[in-house]
């Protein structure tokens, strides 16, 4: 079994400090939740996330996908039409957050 401390040690690791925070951001939570069983296009992505402006939108995604976690496709036609969905490992990191973020709700909603 991991202890916090292995893990303590792991993330001293910068690549893997950067990923953590990647994935963690306010922002990064949201867009992997979000895109976890389904592909949007930009602004259907922007109308869903409450509050996101586009630069942190499109800075988000930028991250993400250079993370390997998000894929970004863009269709030959007028006007631009630009996919996002999760990779494998996106869709992994998003299995993950989801029972962290379900406990905050549960937590907020019973305090």
């Not at 001293?12 to 949201?30: F, I, M, N, Q, Y």
């Not at 969905?85 to 406990?103: F, I, K, N, S, Y």
């Amino acid at each position: 079994m991991t202890t916090a401390r292995d893990l303590q040690l792991d993330t001293a690791c910068p690549d893997t400090r950067l990923l953590v925070e990647h994935v963690t951001s306010k922002w990064g939570v949201l867009v992997l939740l979000t895109l976890h069983d389904r592909t949007l296009r930009w602004s259907e992505l922007k109308r869903e996330i409450a509050g996101v402006s586009e630069k942190m939108l499109i800075q988000t995604l930028q991250v993400l996908e250079a993370d390997g976690l998000v894929l970004r496709t863009a269709l030959p036609v007028v006007p631009p039409h630009v996919e996002y969905a999760l990779t494998e490992d996106g869709r992994t990191a998003a299995a993950l957050l989801a029972p962290l973020v379900h406990w905050a709700q549960h937590r907020v909603q019973a305090g």
